[in-house]
């Protein structure tokens, strides 16, 4: 169960540990303890809360470049007050759990980068590895009144959506929110120039579509007109032989001349009257 767990959360190790420090249980890749970590465990322990400790790196924990460390005490409730009976400490690779898997893109991003900030005096430090520049976790750092820099604006406590720059002092649009129990700021940021060019593309394609619906229209409204048009030309020539039709028929019928209508063969195909009364 301990392992399902870890591995559900992707932690790299959690251990169960008892009220004197010692390990109990543990799952995941056999990291020993360090004194700090004892240190923090008893203090857990002793005023029955979750702790955790500061972010750190180059540990040498098996790859491990930057993590923190949790202990949550577990107790159970006896009248009115919790007991502590063990503790749970987690070990967590930060890069790994939480910008990596914590906050994936579902979609795939030029620029698109998730990252760790906090106020230390009058600097903003970057806590997590960056995306475009190396080794720069807990090292680069800026003044905290750098302008329009997103970093230094959410170490101050802005949380929201706003577009400055980053650390490379290329514009972005940025959203940042703070982690509870921390003095940690998160960022998510992706470069303006690749979230416009989406929406310049998402324009074009639009305006193209409703260009080739309105030159639809058009194309139909120009074959009902000539539809119209050969109606009412069809009409006007059927007009014109039902006229000239009548006008023969009564001429052959009423005129005082034998008329005969002969077929090629020479034979009597029809007569008028005239023809009928001579012969």
Request: glycine residues 6%; proline residues 2%; charged residues 30%.
């Amino acid at each position: 169960y301990l392992d399902d767990i870890r591995q559900a959360h992707d932690y790299l190790e959690i251990m169960v540990l008892n009220k004197e420090g010692k390990v109990i249980l543990a799952q995941g890749d056999k990291l020993s303890l360090q004194d700090n970590d004892i240190k923090m465990v008893s203090e857990a322990i002793r005023f029955k809360k979750p702790l955790f400790q500061d972010v750190y790196k180059d540990t040498g924990r098996k790859g491990q470049s930057l993590g923190f460390d949790m202990v949550v005490p577990l107790t159970i409730r006896e009248g009115r007050d919790p007991r502590v009976i063990a503790a749970l400490f987690i070990m967590v690779d930060i890069n790994h759990y939480l910008l990596a898997d914590g906050l994936s893109w579902p979609f795939e991003t030029k620029s698109a980068e998730n990252l760790l900030v906090r106020r230390e005096g009058d600097d903003v430090v970057f806590l997590s590895d960056l995306r475009f520049r190396e080794n720069a976790a807990q090292t680069l750092r800026f003044p905290i009144n750098e302008e329009n820099l997103l970093a230094a604006i959410a170490a101050q406590g802005f949380v929201g959506i706003k577009e400055g720059r980053d650390y490379r002092g290329v514009n972005v649009l940025a959203a940042t929110r703070e982690i509870e129990g921390t003095d940690w700021m998160l960022i998510t940021k992706m470069d303006t120039e690749e979230i416009y060019a989406g929406i310049t593309r998402l324009v074009y394609e639009i305006s193209l579509i409703v260009l080739l619906f309105l030159l639809l229209i058009v194309f139909i409204v120009w074959m009902r007109s000539v539809q119209s048009k050969l109606r009412e030309k069809t009409l006007l020539e059927e007009k014109e032989k039902l006229i000239l039709e009548t006008k023969f028929n009564y001429l052959r019928k009423y005129a005082n001349d034998i008329i005969l209508i002969l077929d090629p063969a020479g034979m009597i195909m029809d007569a008028n009257d005239k023809a009928h009364e001579y012969y």
